[in-house]
């Protein structure tokens, strides 16, 4: 059997899951009827109970049908989505998640070499749009709103 790229990569997510789920054990745990919505300790594990899961559908799936082999230089546009997405991150309470989200979104199909534009413009508009939905007016999850605030959002 040959170590794919895919099962590589997988192993190293599971692992940084493991160790990001044992931080979220030293959380101080919220004062039952003190929070709106869900609580500091258990949105972080959703989250990453979801990655686990499409992490280990990943890796079935290459082992099931075989996958790219390691080895090889990546390609440029993964450097660019490594600092696309590290500037993301930073920039998160400056311009606050829908705007951040909005940008990754539009930049990121580009740089991996999609040129239906209308249909990247569109897909931009509507991650942050549900995103906002879901976890701002669904959950109840305080979000970084950045100059959106102003709006009242």
Known sequence: MIFSRDVLAGVIIL???????????????????????????????????????????????????????????PPWQMMATVALLGTAALMFTTLGLPIVFFLVCLCLPIIWGARNFAGIALFAACVPVAIYVVFKLILGLRLPMGPLSALGL
């Open 15 to 73: 692992g940084l899951s493991a160790f990001l789920w044992y931080l979220t054990t030293t959380f101080e745990a919220d004062l039952l009827g003190m929070t709106q919505g869900m609580s500091a300790e258990h949105m972080p594990r959703l989250i990453l109970g979801v990655i686990v899961g499409l992490t280990f559908i990943m890796i079935g799936t290459a082992l099931i049908k075989g996958a790219e082999p390691l080895g090889g230089i």
